[in-house]
């Protein structure tokens, strides 16, 4: 079944410590994003990748650094510098053409020790 | 001004009604638009795209109104099932970012 799959389903992190979210896309799409939600939130942008070796800053990519190695593949580290990091994290896909929406990975809830 | 944005509700309403959501755009360029479904601690699952003519699948209607610059999600004979968030979704027209409402709360009430 094609889709996106993101792991782990739940992280902890602790104080000072960098952790990295993975996101894998077999889908073939070009595009790849990654959204922060906070409880009753909506979702908010932090990064997204329209190809291969190339992303660009959501509006709130402080904090967060991503990778774009494998069109398949695009991570997401949450550093130290981030404060509040405790949130739902969402990875998504799409073609990258008009018309054709977001599928969504099944989230990565992290959480402060 | 938020590029999308949707009353928060909370609807509401009891199994069997007809509720309708509204969510207006900002930006006129916007190409494509979209409607989610998100249940709770879930992730957004794509429940319609919309079109300019309007479109239906089964007991959900979706309207699109360029000119005012809003869509519309209609849903028919509510059923328990129903009860979710519902995400309206706009993008651009290079296709290559999309914008989110925060979503309309619906709870269908036996």
Redesign the interface.
């Known amino acids: 079944d094609g889709g996106i799959t993101q792991s782990p389903k739940y992280l902890f992190r602790k104080e000072g410590q960098n952790v990295t979210l993975s996101c894998e896309q077999n889908l073939n799409h070009d ?1 790849m ?1 990654w959204y922060r939600q906070d409880p009753g ?3 908010r ?1 932090i990064y ?1 990748s ?1 190809i291969v070796n190339d992303f660009q800053k959501g509006d709130i990519a402080e904090g967060y650094s991503v990778s774009r190695e494998k069109k398949e593949s695009f991570p997401l580290t949450v550093t130290s510098a981030q404060k509040n990091p405790t949130a ?1 994290y ?1 990875c ?1 896909s ?14 990565t809830r992290l959480s402060i020790l | 001004r938020k590029e999308v944005e949707q009353d928060p509700g909370p609807f509401n309403v009891p199994e069997g009604a007809t509720v309708a959501f509204n969510c207006t755009y900002s930006n006129s360029a916007s190409q494509s638009f979209f409607w989610y479904r998100q249940d709770c601690r879930k992730e957004p699952k794509l429940l319609m795209s919309v079109y300019s003519s309007g479109n239906e699948d089964g007991r959900f209607t979706a309207q699109l109104n360029r000119a005012s610059q809003y869509i519309s999600l209609l849903i028919r004979d509510s059923k328990l099932s129903d009860s979710a968030t519902y995400l309206c979704v706009v993008n651009m027209r290079n296709g290559n970012q999309f914008y989110f409402g925060t979503g309309t709360s619906l709870t269908v009430i036996p």
């Open positions: 595009a994003y939130q909506g979702l942008l997204y329209q739902f969402l998504a799409s073609p990258g053409t008009e018309y054709q929406p977001q599928h969504f990975g099944d989230g």
